[in-house]
Nanobody, 127 residues
Framework: QVQLVESGGGLVQTGGSLRLSCAAS????????MGWFRQTPGKEREFVAAISRSGGSTTYADSVKGRFTISRNNANNAVYLQMNSLKPEETAVYSC????????????????????WGQGTQVTVSS
């Protein structure tokens, strides 16, 4: 089973940028559809973005389209989330998730589609 470790979170001002990384080990990340989710206390986990095994297909939550970019580097066994123009309401713990798949260009956006999760990294956007 793949193991996932996120990094890159921190404190940023409104309008600022952060780049999150998700490092995979144990199994090749190339065999997995990858996603990013976020969660704040008392709220359900929210889908942010996902990317297919090939990187050729991506999908985003409407709230982040045009500001966030998901990418992957299968050679480095890593997935990234570039976040620009951050808003205070986007303060959350951001987690990456993996779903092993036979299909090269599928993406999933539901929490229940993913089988493996990282511990998460805190992103705090100050107003």
């Amino acid at each position: 089973q793949v193991q996932l470790v996120e990094s890159g979170g921190g404190l940023v001002q409104t309008g600022g940028s952060l780049r999150l990384s998700c490092a995979a080990s144990g199994r090749p990340v190339s065999a997995h559809i990858m996603g990013w989710f976020r969660q704040t206390p008392g709220k359900e986990r929210e889908f942010v973005a996902a990317i297919s095994r090939s990187g050729g297909s991506t999908t985003y939550a409407d709230s982040v389209k045009g500001r966030f970019t998901i990418s992957r580097n299968n050679a480095n066994n890593a997935v990234y989330l570039q976040m620009n123009s951050l808003k205070p309401e986007e303060t959350a713990v951001y987690s990456c998730a993996a779903r092993q798949s036979y299909y090269i260009d599928y993406v999933y956006s539901r929490f229940s589609d993913y089988k493996t999760w990282g511990q998460g990294t805190q992103v705090t956007v100050s107003s």
